[in-house]
């Protein structure tokens, strides 16, 4: 199935065609969902953009299209309003046609792209043997939606964790577990990454004050870059101890399955970059350092700006590494569309980078590299969330917290209603919903924008949280075991029947489902689809209290049937897409 917006784009442009000749096939007829419901469900205001090109006022453009507009199977006549904007309404038998034919769809009819594409979303990457925090929750919650939507969209998507997991930090940890805890180095399974988190700072520490552990960790880099087996299988043991660990915190987020692809994976790539970046002309030597200089960047002095791509003493840093993966994912990958949902801080860096794969003719026209930058969670003090301590709050402390806040909401809820429930029911509805606001509240805002994290805001049950919306999918779950009603055996032959505006409203909205995914295509802004979302269920709602359902007579009762399994269809689809499973009861 088409989308609506889609048919009447190619409706206008056949109209641009017949009125004023072929030079304006192509044209964007600029045609958005009308702001108000008095201007009807579409409006564009294509005719004042032609103005200049025709020659003509506005009102006169928009008349001329409206006559050759050929809508009539979709909207009422169009008409023109003011200085000449053309205002269409979808007629009731489109609405009620279009509902039908998506009734069995399981993608409700929303169709995937051609030619198909590969993408790449790089997320959560955090640094091996540190903890997960808070600053990681962002990049892992919107990576994953992204690549939830791209992949239902049908991009053959790869999602890859670009783990630190490779330079200088791994000497030091490596120098000081040998020193201070060799049996830690055996390969011991007891261990956790919380030992692990513990010793890096005391390597760290070690390495700030000792010029001469400063010797051997640096050493130890040496012999890791070197291939030494006893370095290596030492760095192993601390990756596979890492990872595991990481592994649990994916899985309690409910990540989709993610390619571990650390800096290391890219240690052979490296001295390939910088030989190809010097046969192009690009490499300058600047203190010892190779570094390209950088076109629209500057220093404090005013000078071009350097990206450093090998140290003076031959290491590679951050930069080289990033450079090594672009020309991976563009050579052996062939992405066609890589995206980085990292921190809004590193915006500079992914400009510097993929200046240079520009440059260096990595990126072309066919490839698109996109950095979506992410703002902050910050504390109820406006400042970025922080633990007691002053440190930035443990990711596991986070989740579980919103789990226990919401098991003490649910057996509140029990109490106070009188019903008995399992423990196990208990348990994993608490889990659902915690997790489920904590992604949601995150998803909801812009992703650009701080935002001020509040367990009793995320988990309150009106507005737009997760547990509003994983009621309004419950509440139709409730109108089926109310009426014993199978919603996949609703007649194929029933009809849809639209009488009340309610109901209008409700499947308006219900067949913008795949413009909101299509709008997320092109900006990748997850809180689309979550405002998206919360709109529908308000929608819902207010059709299920002014509608008769079960009481109506047929062929109302069956039609309005449909229209609620559509929304809770829908409501568990696009949930879905945001990472997050429905409840049958709450």
């Not at 008995?420 to 659902?432: K, N, P, Y």
């Not at 701080?450 to 547990?467: C, E, H, R, V």
Request: hydrophobic share 40%; net charge negative; with cysteine.
């Amino acid at each position: 199935m088409n989308s609506t917006i889609a048919l009447l784009k190619s409706r206008f442009e056949q109209a641009f065609v017949a009125a004023f000749g072929a030079e304006l096939a192509g044209v964007d007829p600029i045609l958005v969902p009308a702001s108000n419901p008095k201007f009807g469900d579409y409006q564009s205001n294509v005719a004042m953009s032609l103005t200049k090109k025709l020659g003509k006022p506005p009102r006169a453009i928009a008349e001329a299209i409206v006559q050759q507009l050929d809508v009539v199977d979709v909207c009422e006549p169009p008409t023109v309003a003011g200085p000449g904007f053309i205002n269409l309404a979808l007629k009731t038998s489109y609405l009620e046609a279009q509902l039908k034919a998506i009734q069995s769809d399981p993608r409700l009819g929303v169709a995937k792209i051609d030619p198909p594409k590969r993408a790449i979303v790089d997320y959560p990457s955090p640094n091996i043997a540190k903890e997960m925090h808070v600053g990681h929750l962002r990049p892992s919650v919107i990576g994953d939606c992204i690549a939830r939507i791209l992949d239902f969209l049908g991009y053959e998507v790869l999602r890859i964790s670009h783990v630190g997991d490779w330079g200088t930090p791994f000497g030091m940890l490596i120098a000081y577990l040998r020193e201070a805890f060799p049996e830690a180095l055996t390969g011991r399974n007891d261990l956790d990454l919380g030992d692990l988190a513990t010793f890096y700072r005391q390597a760290k520490k070690r390495f700030d004050e000792d010029e001469q552990f400063q010797e051997k960790a640096r050493l130890s880099v040496v012999e890791l870059q070197a291939g030494d087996e006893e370095t290596l299988r030492a760095w192993k043991i601390v990756c596979d101890l890492s990872n595991r660990t990481n592994q649990k915190m994916f899985d309690l987020m409910g990540l989709s399955p993610l390619t571990i692809r650390g800096e290391s994976f890219y240690n052979p790539y490296l001295a390939g970059v910088i030989q190809e970046l010097d046969r192009l002309g690009m490499l300058v030597e600047d203190n010892g350092a190779k570094c390209v200089f950088l076109e629209g960047f500057t220093n404090k002095e005013g000078n071009p700006l350097p990206l450093i791509v090998q140290k003076s003493d031959g290491g590679y840093n951050y930069a080289s590494t990033d450079l090594a993966a672009i020309r991976y994912r563009v050579n052996v990958d062939q992405a066609q569309r890589v995206v980085y949902p990292v921190g809004a801080e590193q915006t500079n860096h992914f400009a510097q980078i993929f200046q240079v794969g520009k440059r260096a003719g990595w990126i072309t026209d066919d490839v698109e590299f996109v950095h979506t930058p992410l703002g902050s969670v910050l504390g109820e003090d406006g400042k970025k969330l922080k633990s007691r301590s002053g440190e930035a709050v443990r990711l596991q402390d986070l989740l579980e917290e919103a789990i226990a806040h919401a098991r003490a909401d649910l057996e509140a809820r029990l109490a106070a209603e009188g019903r008995q429930e399992s423990q196990e029911f208990i348990a994993h509805s608490a889990q659902v919903t915690g997790i489920s606001a904590i992604k949601y509240a995150d998803l909801s805002q812009n992703r650009t924008s701080n935002y001020i994290f509040s367990y009793d805001k995320m988990l309150a049950l009106q507005g737009n949280t997760a547990p509003y919306m994983l009621y309004a999918y419950v509440r139709v779950q409730g109108i089926s075991r109310k009426g014993d009603i199978d919603f996949e055996a609703l007649g194929a032959d029933c009809p849809v029947v639209l009488t009340e505006e309610t109901e209008l409203t409700l499947a308006k909205h219900l067949l913008q489902f795949d413009e909101i995914l299509m709008a997320i295509d092109e900006d990748l802004l997850p809180n689309r689809l979550c405002q998206y979302l919360f709109e529908l269920s308000q929608k819902f709602n207010q059709f299920y209290d002014r509608c008769p359902v079960l009481q109506a007579e047929e062929p109302l009762r069956t039609s309005r049937l449909i229209l609620c399994d559509l929304t809770a269809k829908t409501i568990k689809l696009g949930l879905s897409l945001l990472g997050i499973p429905v409840l049958e009861r709450m």
